[in-house]
């Protein structure tokens, strides 16, 4: 019998593999292809029913479809049944497939585990937040199977310098071409065929060894999906941003031909300090938890448990146990644990693997004011930001575990939070599902105007305003230093003392309340030499002309070739340029112009139009934007110098 909460997980659409979703487009005629985008919008309202084996997707009283899931996915053409006539190439069943999430790498849950995919299986195994999958044993693309074991070596081997074959560079053709047809169209104007198109691209890549321009494709595919849904957490400057990067490897063949795939290699004992833990929750069925410890080398290191599941599952998660027998649960080793592990299998970015040979024994933790972990806290605030706005340019399969955590401390003020020797900033919540107690957390300390924290936040790259706050520290009611994992403990107002003199802004807003006055710290003190902004300081803004550069950008990517010229704005390159950013003036210029030109030959014909040169123009301004925000970023985080006129 199937429990209350097997019965609520089963009524969601599982995840399916980019192949079986674009395959079921390519059964379709040409007459069923044209209504597809139609049917995938109507197949939102089809209801959902568990099945022995998977879920039952009701479209009429006569006809289902019937998706069958191994280890949480729709992994197979044959697991896809519809019971109408028309089946396999019906619509139902291509609707029902192209609406659900697909199974693929999202760099987001790639951060957070340490598994991954297979060369051959992509989408099915998936990597970390896919992974688990139960106990079975898969053999990963880096060489050691999903139980930390090593691998067999001919099933591990990668090519130590690969070559641009004929194969290789016919799949970046078609990656290239899939893209720009999409970057013309625009997200308004790419439909389901379009999404097909790319898939098929993205798995010829992979079969031809290109890891790297394939998974980034695959990412595009998704949120292409999110956008056509309407899903609350698509984000164009994300989609905008993956754009980007598949156009750059298709052109620079040296970096499409990179391994995209992470070698796990046994270690020595490992003496790991817990530092937080962090929900997982993505739109495609997969939740969990992943902790975050500092290892004696000053390196961070993360342990992941992520399987399908929906946001009650990161709860289940951060109690699962540390790999090697110690009893010692994830989210315990991440609230103040410890542990040594002996044998462990590590990736070359900091994911730890499990497996049979690891063992593992608790050890002394420390507190986020004690060595070594005290350490995170002393670079400037500047420094660290520059930092991990580096580390988010690198390739995504590159990215060391944590490279992006900014370790902060401040005192909340009217206007923010008040960082010591650095800008005053907005507290924003990683994660707004209701599921996830973030947002109803920092509405407490937004209404404790004084109180000092010690932060671990998330850089938001194109928002010198603000950073996204996973973990926190304070003085409780004895004087006693707190700290809680913002995603996974919901607090209450005894949990948090209140600013001085019982001064509480309104809980619940966005921000802090409007000051009233110059705020005294209270629980730890800020550290003895590092001063905040002033109490009714600003956060800090970038250009508003850089804003709107970023925001054609933008535009192009949501509206294609079409809206570009048609809301071209001839004001924007001279406002630009009376900023001093000329190149990016130049850039406007070349987009506007790209995407204007309609030639006539000498017969007065109109020639066809260049898509290459419309995508080549929108990737040099998406690039030059994305590198002046990110200086005009550490720049508005670096703290003044005094003014020594003044003595």
């Not at 060489?143 to 799949?171: D, F, H, N, Y």
């Not at 998660?317 to 040594?340: F, H, K, M, T, Y």
């Not at 930092?387 to 340019?393: F, I, K, P, Y």
Request: aromatic share 4%; hydrophobic share 45%.
């Amino acid at each position: 019998m199937m429990t209350d909460s097997a019965a609520d997980s089963a009524t969601v659409l599982p995840p399916v593999t980019a192949e079986v979703a674009a395959g079921a487009l390519d059964l379709l005629p040409a007459r069923l292809r044209k209504r597809v985008d139609g049917a995938v919008a109507k197949a939102a309202g089809w209801p959902v029913e568990a099945a022995e084996d998977g879920v039952l997707v009701r479209v009429a009283e006569d006809t289902a479809v019937t998706l069958r899931v191994t280890a949480g996915v729709v992994a197979a053409p044959e697991d896809a049944v519809c019971s109408c006539l028309l089946a396999p190439a019906c619509l139902h069943r291509a609707a029902v497939l192209s609406f659900a999430p697909l199974a693929v790498e999202q760099e987001e849950a790639k951060e957070k585990d340490g598994k991954e995919e297979t060369a051959g299986e992509g989408e099915k195994a998936g990597e970390g937040k896919k992974a688990g999958e139960h106990g079975e044993r898969r053999e990963t693309a880096g060489g050691q199977s999903e139980t930390g074991a090593p691998a067999p070596a001919s099933t591990a081997a990668v090519a130590a310098e690969p070559a641009l074959t004929p194969a290789r560079s016919k799949a970046l053709d078609a990656l290239r071409d899939a893209v720009t047809t999409i970057l013309v169209a625009g997200v308004s104007g790419s439909g389901v065929v379009h999404r097909a198109e790319l898939l098929h691209a993205a798995h010829s890549a992979r079969l031809a060894g290109l890891y790297r321009p394939a998974g980034t494709a695959v990412r595009i595919a998704r949120l292409l999906g999110e956008a056509r849904s309407d899903d609350p957490a698509f984000r164009l400057s994300g989609l905008s941003g993956e754009l980007a990067e598949l156009l750059d490897l298709v052109r620079r063949p040296a970096a499409a031909l990179s391994p995209a795939r992470r070698d796990y290699r046994p270690e020595g004992p490992l003496r790991l300090y817990g530092l937080f833990t962090e929900p997982v929750v993505t739109a495609s069925g997969y939740a969990g938890a992943t902790v975050y410890a500092l290892a004696p080398d000053g390196t961070l290191r993360t342990l992941s448990d992520v399987a399908p599941g929906g946001p009650e599952r990161a709860l289940q998660a951060s109690g699962s146990p540390v790999p090697g027998g110690c009893a010692l649960g994830l989210r315990e080793l991440g609230d103040g644990g410890g542990v040594i592990l002996t044998a462990p299998t590590v990736s070359p970015d900091g994911r730890i693997g499990g497996g049979g040979a690891v063992r593992s024994v608790r050890a002394a933790g420390a507190g986020w004011r004690e060595a070594p972990l005290a350490a995170l806290w002393e670079r400037p605030p500047a420094e660290q930001l520059a930092s991990a706005l580096a580390w988010l340019s690198e390739p995504a399969d590159a990215r060391a575990a944590g490279g992006d955590l900014l370790f902060l401390d401040g005192v909340v003020t009217g206007t923010g939070f008040a960082v010591a020797a650095g800008p005053t900033l907005r507290l924003a919540a990683p994660d707004e599902r209701p599921e996830l107690p973030y947002a109803e957390n920092l509405s407490l300390f937004a209404g404790r105007r004084g109180l000092a924290l010690r932060l671990i936040a998330r850089v938001v790259p194109d928002r010198p305003d603000r950073v996204r706050v996973l973990a926190a520290s304070w003085s409780g009611h004895d004087g006693e230093p707190v700290r809680a994992d913002l995603g996974l403990r919901l607090l209450n107002r005894s949990h948090i003392p209140a600013g001085p003199a019982g001064r509480e802004g309104r809980a619940g807003r966005a921000g802090p309340a409007v000051p009233s006055g110059p705020a005294v710290p209270s629980g730890p003190a800020v550290p003895a030499g590092l001063t905040g902004p002033a109490e009714g300081e600003a956060p800090p803004a970038l250009p508003v002309e850089l804003d709107l550069l970023r925001r054609t950008v933008d535009r192009t990517v949501a509206g294609g070739r079409a809206v570009t010229a048609a809301s071209a704005d001839d004001e924007l390159p001279r406002r630009l340029r009376a900023v001093g950013l000329t190149t990016g003036a130049r850039r406007v210029e070349a987009l506007t112009e790209a995407a204007a030109d309609r030639r006539h030959d000498v017969l007065g014909r109109l020639l066809p139009a260049d898509p290459g040169g419309f995508a080549l123009a929108w990737l040099s301004a998406a690039v030059y934007a994305s590198a002046a925000t990110e200086s005009l970023l550490v720049a508005a985080w670096t703290p003044a110098p005094p003014d020594i006129s003044a003595n």
